[in-house]
DNA sequence: AACACGGGGAT
DNA sequence: ATCCCAGTGTT
């Protein structure tokens, strides 16, 4: 192992074992590339909108929704010309929907700043909203070979552990030694197939519970594996604790519409609609029912009869565990607070057009 | 550095 | 039930 900088840690690999670990890399790639959607294509949008979806998104997951959003929005132009909402339709279910507006926006950004061409100058992709170092790497490897490294999950994980690397890989330091190790072992050419390779050999064989270190072609180069440490690193992440915390939907009808809220900038679910929707503190019923009154009257200025509990869902946020009842109730009198475009009263069969979350779907059902 | 942001896959 | 996922942006 060579010397290395003062900042660091650890010492970062020489060119004899950076050439060994290229090499092994590519040749497993060649043999045990999986055939995942956004591969068979090197346009940077397709690209973009993979590692958008991806990000703190499983494979998996995306699966499904990649190729029904590039049918309704297939260019850069289409994209940027499209309607809010019916972005995130499309988007509905996968989470973080603000990576979607953020998506949407910069892809207007492209056709004002760049004439719709997807950039390929480095601080014009950062400056795009959405794109952080990692999503900038990778689209401009991918798509144009442009040398740049990454750092993600699989990577994070996978380079930490060639240099046993001891500390915590989200920390400053971390960052900067496994950013600087990204660099180091990128090669000149088809930087785009090796970052994908370090990804695929990240979340395939060196994965996170039970590395399988008997299939790795770099196993011999792995520090971490020489000294049988592999399933100390990286280091769990501190977990903060979980809330309990309890919620009532409610839906209110009135001639066969149904009351439907837009959530505000900023928050959980902005952009999205949602039944009216509120945290109550309540123990027993008869307060319960006091206190989803005010709170529908405070919101919308809606009087309202509550019925029984349709159904109670559980669901978990970054924080909250959140148990979630949903009522049925009758609209009496007033009008809703809150502009036009944030209120309204719809046909049930109406709420397929309007993007809902999860826990709002599988109520729209009931609606 | 600590948080918020979502929902589901894997164990 | 718990941890984690092809991260980014704000405080």
Redesign the pocket.
Known sequence: MAKHPATFDLPLPEAGWRRRFRRRLLAWFGDNARD?A??RSRDPYRIWV??VM?????????GPYFERFLEVFPTIDALAWADEQDVLRRW????????AR?MHEAARAIVRRHGGVFPRDREAVRA?????????G?ILSIAFDAAEPIL???T??LLSRLLAFRGDP????GQELLWAMAEAVLPRRETGRF??AL??L??EVC????PRCDACPVAALCEARRQRIEHQIPV?????A?EQRHEVAVIVRRRGRVLLVRQGD?????GLWDFPRFQVHAENPANLRRELIDNVRGQTSVLIEPGECLRTL??????FRITLDCYAARYVSGTPNGRADDVKWLRPSDLAEYPL????RKLSRLA
């Not at 795009?128 to 900038?136: D, Q, V």
């Not at 994965?207 to 039970?210: D, F, M, Y």
């Not at 769990?236 to 903060?240: E, I, S």
């Not at 979350?357 to 709002?360: D, K, R």
């Open positions: 995942l956004w591969r993979s590692e991806l990000q703190q998104t499983q494979v998996a997951t995306v509905e279910g996968l989470g973080y929907y603000r990576r953020q795009l909203p959405g794109i952080g170092r990692y999503t900038a990778a993600e999950a699989n994070i994980r989200r920390s400053k330091p970052n994908q990804m695929e990240g979340s994965r996170n519970r039970s769990p992440k501190a977990k903060p979980m900023g928050g959980r679910w902005a559980k669901h978990g946020v970054t924080r979350n999860t826990t709002g």
